[in-house]
């Protein structure tokens, strides 16, 4: 068996100004309304964000299903938005890999999980990709015994578990995946986030990962939420952080927007090293200390 060198080679992501409009019974749908988002080269990102606030759009949008309304995407030195269908089709071969959300939507039902493999490198290969054995991918994730079983004798989790070699067998320099752990019980929903973090520490693959789910969000090293097609806030370590956007506006986090009412007025106080957001009854009470 052979092994591709294993040196990091993910690639940064940005949007500017992205939007995506949806056409609907007649109505035009803003999935999307000016996302501006900057990930590093080899980061482990997550998506949070409720049910229809964008973040799937985003996700297909970043792996080239669809294009966008307007606004840029650039993956490495490659602006998505205006390269051609073929350069398009050798990215997603080659460098951006999406990972749909359900396993059996990621795999082939009638091949083994080897032939699984083989399969998803066939096109980097005849791109003179140099790629890893597909013995090794499997090994990889934790199913080198698996590499000919039937898929349908292995458990959910090492379905998905196949679901991440195949996306992976062409290392790519992105790895994007909707919603991995869903479904799965909190032990194979654990291994599976430790087998995308293993890959993601390994190659440097820049991994952005789609999630509901609150105990995954805190396993990742940062967070961006999107909320009604916008960058809502961000979270890193531990602590949830607003973002000021390109066009001025400062979304509010969840906690903020539901002890203040709509309406509520606020002001920026700025002390020489902080900025400071305080409500109108706390503003009036600071101007009537300094007054008297």
Do not use: C, W
């Not at 060198?5 to 995506?20: C, E, K, N, Q």
């Not at 460098?95 to 795999?107: F, K, T």
């Not at 400062?250 to 906690?255: K, M």
């Amino acid at each position: 068996m052979t092994s591709a060198t294993s040196a990091s080679h993910g690639l940064p992501i940005s949007t500017r100004r992205l939007v995506h409009i949806y056409r609907t019974e007649g109505h035009d749908v803003a999935a999307l309304s000016g996302v501006d988002l900057e990930i590093r080269a080899g980061e482990m990102v997550g998506l949070l964000g409720p049910s229809g606030a964008g973040k799937s759009t985003l996700l297909s949008l970043l792996g080239g299903l669809f294009r966008p309304s307007a606004g840029k995407i650039h993956i490495g030195a490659d602006e998505l938005s205006v390269v051609s269908a073929r350069r398009l089709d050798e990215l997603r071969a080659t460098e951006v890999s999406l990972m749909l959300q359900g396993a059996g939507r990621n795999l082939v039902p009638y091949l083994s999980p080897i032939d699984n493999v083989a399969f998803a490198q066939a096109s980097a290969r005849a791109l003179g990709k140099q790629l890893d054995d597909p013995h090794d991918v499997l090994a990889r994730v934790g199913l080198g015994a698996d590499a000919h079983t039937d898929l349908h004798r292995l458990t959910l989790g090492h379905r998905q578990l196949l679901a991440v070699a195949v996306a992976t067998a062409n290392r790519p320099g992105v790895l994007l995946a909707d919603e991995p752990t869903s479904q799965l019980q909190h032990a194979a929903a654990n291994l599976v986030l430790d087998t995308i973090a293993a890959i993601n520490a390994e190659t440097g693959t820049t991994v952005v990962l789609v999630t509901h789910d609150p105990a995954v969000a805190a396993r990742l090293p940062r967070t961006v939420t999107i909320r009604d097609g916008k960058i809502g806030g961000e979270g890193r370590s531990g602590e949830e952080y607003s973002v000021v956007t390109a066009d001025g506006f400062l979304p509010l986090p969840a906690h903020a927007l539901a002890a203040l009412p709509p309406g509520t007025l606020l002001r920026v106080h700025h002390d020489g090293d902080h900025f400071v957001l305080l409500p109108e009854t706390e503003a009036l009470a600071d101007d009537e200390e300094v007054g008297a």
